[in-house]
């Protein structure tokens, strides 16, 4: 996660569906995490509730 979110770019997060892309790329990696830990997704969505920008 934390090569993902280093590789955005302010502009990239700035409106709702590049927030949304972000949200499905980490989901999408934390799934493939948990399926080789313990060969199951386990983890059906994701949220943020905040984002900060620097």
Avoid: H, N, P
């Avoid at 949304?20 to 060969?39: P, T, Y």
């Amino acid at each position: 996660l934390l090569l993902l979110f280093s590789d955005q770019q302010g502009q990239d997060i700035k409106d709702t569906k590049g927030k949304e892309k972000l949200r499905k790329d980490a989901l999408k990696a934390l799934q493939g995490v948990m399926k080789q830990i313990v060969d199951d997704e386990s983890i059906e969505d994701l949220y943020f509730t905040s984002y900060f920008v620097e």
